[in-house]
């Protein structure tokens, strides 16, 4: 069936089986393999991508509920040659080893930003209405459905947490 | 021009200590970032490849028996499926490690639940799974065995030793501790499942796939498909994870080239989720009989170590959970015993540091337990009981660095503060602190690999070695720009292509050391070609520019074309001759909750030595994943196994727990300055599993100090340690 996917801004015609995910829309169809498949069941964070402004694993959505949605991949948020600050500071700050969980880990960081700064609270937070402090525990608790068997994790909060005060301090 | 060196005397001369790049050892950022950060690195099941078709694997659903009839006919037209295939060389199980041939092949006889059988191609990955999911198999089910409890093990004679008498030792000791504990299975549960693109070129078999060793994957593919190797051609420049589990060829790689040879077609062929946990290398679980004991003062006198694991029947790995046994800990008298049950369970295989991170985990807790009878402290403890040489085998160690990372640890945690068992608590939460070492021994493995310096100054690096996430582009980057006094952003590392010289593969912690002797060495000679052209014995390198005399010449110009060289490098005589072993110590500090029994990590501290540092980042990384894999094992990792038909119950990551982000504090990794001149010519040791041989043990032993309760039966769930908490 036809689908019409808006991705990074642009527009791409998908014609595809009913049962193509908009994970494997993107990669096998549309050769946007930056998102991963890593369970295919939304069990890892791998795929995740952002829609209308929001996280999602991409692996437990059909492509054909997308049409005419905004969705945002790792491919839209920066380049090697041209990365975003979240994609700079996994680098310096080695948020990754294989790389596989990475895309995913990059897509969901940089939305989580935005939940907290619409002040989202989360699990571990103290205030459910108040400001919100974006502590450690905060980082890693909201990162905690993005799986990486390598374990980057300390310096996947090293990362997170060096990019939010760049911005806050823009 | 090309050099070899065969390791038969130590590397005194540490040539990399008076280069002039001083980049070496830095925690340069990884070249391959960037690319992998933005989603623009390949991994295995993204090549874009026009015509791709798509297979999707056939589980058996029975333990044991032959396939007797498969109705290819009932999906074959449907719905865009192409073809069923179920061919006699599709494998059983995958290579082991290093296996350099075919395994076990003959998928219609099936020896556990969740074999592959055959595999269904479509024009659609949707068809060819809905296509896999209705094949109609009919099977003569076999008689089956799946508890490794209810079989009378194997005992291979040359896996038991003993020395001196340890039943004596035991009966006369001041001290002493008889104790069991056991692991349950473990699954690598690498993020990128096994994925293979099979192209062929009239007899040309290309296959980009996700493998760690391709020098022996190569020849297990071609003996698999039937062809000679020279035909073979694999590429594997991105593998999401390994872990063990990618060491050898996998059910994918040979059904994806014999489905596109069959159809004439690409196809691509990737494990779901569930068939990695079914169908690739788990670690046995195991069962590890302690008998430790000591004198009046401390000093160990028995040293047992007893283990039952499980395998499939005719398999001839079996996990090595004694490995490190024979030189951890002094004591003249000692036992080994291996016993093998063989049960009709998935292939048990290598999962990170096969043999030290079960085998030292529990040694380290049976440890914690005789220091405690022996009052006295845990660090001191193991202080005291550093072998002079190796106590089994008489030969000196190459290098021993337990008691610095032990006091150097101890010192930067802060271990001073731990007090007796469960006398510190917070609220609802019982304060502990648990200590453990860390030993993995060390392997140089032969390794080629390509220099060559162009004539624009460029440097290019290559070998069929794999970048797992290892870190191998950083470190060959930093090796190569180092000897050669080129700066690192003029250095290009290509991998992964069995085109090139062939690497040790990433597996056994041996690839830094053995493929960064390779590149050393043909740096080495590119160097040596320098120094002629300068007319000078010796040049000083750096910046791009070669210096000797009172000459600064340009290394973009210095020659016409481009200059070549291999390097060749092999284990010797200092393997023999020295007991090599990498070692550090971790440190951890745990809450026990007293209301529910759960744990959760506070604090990690790893120290480790594993001779000269190359990358002080990525070589921190792999302790940070190590110790994660530590924390994993000690409270949530454990494969389930049903007693019915002995498949894997929990063979996802909804119900395979991994570590998340919030189980794992902020770790904090120490590497200490070493050379260790009989490991290999650069002076390095292994690193890559050092952080998970021990981890678990830490973790345990901190949740005995918390709350009093000693849990062996991995891992520490709060069922087990809320049934013993004391009220």
């Given amino acids: 069936m036809r689908t019409e996917l808006t991705i990074n801004g642009a527009t791409h015609a998908l014609e595809a089986d009913a049962r193509t995910t ?93 939940e907290v700064a619409q002040g989202w609270p989360s699990h571990v937070s103290d205030d459910l209405t108040g400001e919100m402090d974006l502590s450690d525990a905060e980082i890693s608790e909201r990162m905690s459905g993005n799986l990486c068997r390598c374990a980057a994790y300390p310096n996947i909060v090293d990362a997170i947490r060096a990019t939010a005060r760049k911005e806050a301090a823009e | 021009m090309n050099k070899h060196l065969k390791m038969d005397r130590p590397a005194t001369e540490r040539f990399l200590d008076e280069t002039a790049q001083n980049v070496l050892g830095t925690p340069m950022d990884r070249p391959d970032g960037p690319a992998k950060a933005a989603g623009q690195a390949t991994y295995a099941h993204e090549w874009q490849i026009e015509g791709l078709c798509h297979g999707v694997l056939v589980r058996a659903t029975i333990p044991a028996g032959r396939v007797a009839r498969i109705d290819a006919d009932a999906v ?31 998928p219609d006889e099936v020896a556990y639940l969740g074999q592959p059988i055959a595999l269904v191609v479509a024009e659609t990955f949707e068809a060819a799974r809905d296509g896999a999911l209705a094949l109609p198999v009919e099977y003569d089910p076999a008689d089956f065995t799946v508890d490794p409890d209810a079989v009378e093990p194997e005992v291979p004679k040359k896996k038991q030793a003993s020395q001196g008498d340890l039943e004596a030792a035991m009966r006369e000791a001041a001290h002493s501790v008889d104790v069991t504990y056991t692991t349950p299975g473990h ?35 071609a003996d698999a498909v039937g062809i000679d190797p020279a035909h073979v051609r694999i590429l594997s420049p991105y ?107 998935t292939c048990a295989g290598s999962v990170r540091a096969p043999g030290e991170a079960v085998g030292i985990t529990a040694m380290e807790n049976a440890m914690d337990e005789l220091a405690e009878a022996a009052g006295i402290d845990p660090v001191q403890f193991r202080i005291l009981n550093i072998p002079e040489k190796d106590p089994t085998s008489g030969k000196p160690f190459s290098s021993h660095t337990l008691e610095r990372a032990l006091r150097e640890g101890a010192e930067r945690f802060g271990w001073s503060e731990r007090r007796a068992p ?55 980057t930093q090796v190569a720009s180092e000897t050669l006094g080129v700066s690192t952003d003029r250095v290009r590392v290509r991998l992964g292509d069995t085109d090139l010289p062939p690497g040790p593969g990433s597996g056994g912690s041996w690839g830094a050391a053995s493929s960064g002797s390779a590149v050393y060495l ?47 490098v092999e284990p010797g005589k200092t393997m023999k001759e020295t007991r ?60 389930l196994h049903d007693p019915r038909d002995g498949h894997i119950v929990n063979r996802d990551l909804a119900e395979y727990h991994l570590p998340v982000n919030a189980d794992v504090p902020q770790i904090d990794v120490v590497l200490l300055e070493e050379r260790d001149d009989y490991a290999s010519p650069i002076q390095a040791k292994g690193i890559g599993e050092l952080g998970i041989c021990g981890a678990a043990g830490a973790v345990t032993n901190a949740i005995y100090n918390a709350c009093g ?17 004391p009220d």
């Fill in chain 1, 22 to 114: 908009l994970l494997d829309a993107l990669r096998d169809h549309l050769g946007l393999t930056g998102s991963k498949k890593g369970c295919d069941h939304g069990q890892c964070g791998a795929c995740t991508v952002i829609v209308n402004g929001r996280r999602i694993n991409a692996c437990l959505t059909l492509a054909c509920m997308h049409d005419g949605d905004e969705i945002v991949t790792i491919e839209g948020l920066g380049t090697a040659e041209a990365p975003s600050e979240m994609q700079r500071a996994f680098v310096a700050h080695d948020g990754y080893q294989c790389g596989y969980c990475t895309p995913g880990q990059i897509c969901s960081a940089t939305a989580m930003l935005d």
């Fill in chain 2, 76 to 106: 074959t037209g449907r719905d865009g499926v192409l073809r069923v295939i179920s061919d006699p060389r599709m494998l059983r199980v995958p290579a082991q490690g290093g296996a350099n041939e075919a395994p076990d092949q003959g």
């Fill in chain 2, 187 to 221: 699954n690598s549960a690498a993020m990128e499942p096994h994925a293979a693109i099979a192209v062929w070129n009239g007899d040309d078999l290309l296959l980009r796939g996700s493998y760690q060793m391709l020098k022996y994957n190569r020849n297990e593919l």
């Fill in chain 2, 239 to 345: 593998v999401g994870g390994g872990f063990g589990s990618k060491l050898g060829i996998t059910h994918e790689a040979v059904a994806a080239a014999l489905a596109s040879k069959e159809l004439g077609r690409p196809v691509s062929v990737t494990l779901s989720r569930q068939q990695v946990f079914e169908t690739t290398m788990r670690r046995s679980e195991t069962r590890q009989r302690f008998r430790l004991a000591c004198d009046a003062e401390g000093r160990m006198t028995a040293v047992g170590h007893e283990v039952l694991v499980s395998q499939l029947p005719g398999q001839q790995f079996s996990e090595p959970v004694t490995q490190a046994t024979p030189f951890a800990y002094a004591g003249p008298n000692r036992v080994i015993g291996h016993r093998i049950a063989r049960v009709n369970r």
């Fill in chain 2, 422 to 476: 469960g006398q510190r608590r917070e609220g609802d939460w019982l304060i502990g602190m648990g200590m453990a070492s860390a030993i993995r021994v060390n392997i140089l493995a032969e390794a080629k690999a390509r220099v060559t310096l162009e004539p624009d100054g460029r440097v290019l690096v290559e070998t069929d070695m794999t970048d797992i996430g290892t870190g191998t582009y950083s470190i060959l």
């Fill in chain 2, 522 to 568: 043909a740096a080495r000679a590119v160097r040596d070609r320098i120094a002629e052209a300068m007319g000078a014995d010796e040049v000083t390198l750096k910046d791009g520019h070669a210096i000797a005399g009172n000459r600064r010449v340009d290394l973009a110009g210095l020659f016409d074309g481009p200059v070549t060289a291999e390097g060749h």
């Fill in chain 2, 580 to 639: 090599q072993s990498s070692f550090g110590a971790y440190f951890c500090e745990v809450a026990v909750n007293a209301v529910t029994g759960e744990t959760r990590v506070r604090r990690m501290h790893g120290t480790f030595a594993a001779g000269r540092i190359l990358n002080a980042k990525t070589a921190s990384s792999q302790c940070l994943g190590g110790m994660t894999f530590g924390i994993g094992m000690a409270l949530t990792e454990e494969l």
């Fill in chain 2, 709 to 725: 309760v000693r849990v062996r039966d991995y891992p520490a769930t709060l069922d087990k340690v809320l049934a013993v908490l």
